[in-house]
């Protein structure tokens, strides 16, 4: 081995010991941090699901007529959910590397896709087609990434890694938002020109590039010395067993299963119901900004609070949810007396602009909203590291997560494709958010405990 690895014992906890190895120094020891691989994966969704949820954060994908871009989410996140059942176990087989390669792709033809209808307004189909290879292409990077951050970490840096891949992430939708905000702010149209998607295009190929610069995750070593345990990879046949495995030692995981369904099923009332139903493309636009800077505010602040070292870990999950609770009920609360203005009929081609006075309010409810997704997105994958430090078992607990999330996705957008009332979509996004928070508070008091499930397999001997 390199001298690096020169290995010595350390006592970790009362009763298990792990072997330590000494980190590289110098620029390899820069390249080989845990934090800068966790970097360089922020920056892999920057440039990929970061885009993506600036464009789809515009409401409409940036067009006028919502029915394209919602049956294509709806035709996404089907796919999504099938593909994120198995994507742990591809990700376990073909490594997280290729994986995160094979997922950006289905961005970059996403993106396309728009840029396609917009020089041919019959390429509908397109983007439908296009929206469903994603939802496959998603479900691999996803589980992929879900298992990186989670695996490298030290117990005491969980929320710190995911607060800093979550804020290189949505910095993806702050600068696409700000892109997009650029060129349209003079527009007098409601949807954006060519030079949006071809600037969102080509961000998006380079993103593509990076899972091949990233370190190989066998070499790594995390900052307290200890090696990070490499996906498992064995029979196609035996992990799809780990699923059930997974399900089967793990059955706590099933009371998180509503909080995963609530938590990509706002977006079709925010984006859609919301941003672009009753905001001009300007509005839009600058509402983008504000909404994924928010993003960054909410997951390094709950970050900070699940990893505040003077509470108990019992006492830091009960607060975040708690933190998540009142969120739930002021945004929703404040939202529901604006949704209650106008309904799918009463909507006209006068929008609300940047300077007229009903936006101040409006736009501060949108800056809400993006905090409370951050905070809830961030607080369900610390739960999940709680219940384990295992690479192999996280991924199949981010399949779960992605899997649920996507099918609840797929079902919220094609409600908003066939013109389910706004109301409707309201309270059914404000009823899940509430649910999914009761049915995960036992869960948190049965399997949050002060340490993880040690680097254990899911597999009985």
Known sequence: MADQEKASSSSVSDSQTQQVYERPTGLKGLYYHPITQVSMLGLVCFMCP???????????????????????NAALYATFSVAAFFAGTINNTLGARLTLLLGSTGYALYIGSYLAMNIHPSAGGFVIAAGAILGICAGLLWTAQGSLMLAYPTESQKGKFIGIFWSIFNLGGVVGASVSLGQNFHSEANAVGNGTYIGFLVLTLIGVLIPMMMADPSKMIRTDGTRVSTPRQPSWKTEIAGLFIALRDDPAIVMLFP????????????????NAAI????????????????????????????????????????????????MVFVVHIWGYFYQREYTRGSLTEVKIDIYDKAYIGRVWLYIFCGLLDAMWQTTAYWIMGAMSNDPAKLAHFTGFYKSIQSAGAAG???????????????????????AGLLFALPMIHLRVKETSEGEETIEKE
């Open 50 to 72: 970061g885009l993506f949820n600036a464009l789809n954060g515009l409401g409409a994908g940036g067009q006028v007529d919502s029915t394209t871009s919602a049956n294509s």
């Open 259 to 274: 909080m995963f369904l609530a938590s990509n099923w706002f977006y079709t009332w925010q984006f859609n119901s919301y």
């Open 279 to 326: 905001f001009n493309i300007r509005a839009r636009s600058l509402n983008n900004v504000v909404y994924w800077v928010s993003q960054i505010v909410g997951s390094v602040s709950i970050g900070l609070l699940l990893d505040r070292h003077t509470l108990s870990r019992r006492t830091r999950a009960l607060t975040g949810w708690t933190v998540l609770f009142l």
């Open 412 to 434: 919220i957008w094609r409600a908003d494709a066939v013109k389910t009332p706004f109301m409707n979509i309201f309270i059914s996004t404000w009823a899940l958010l509430v």
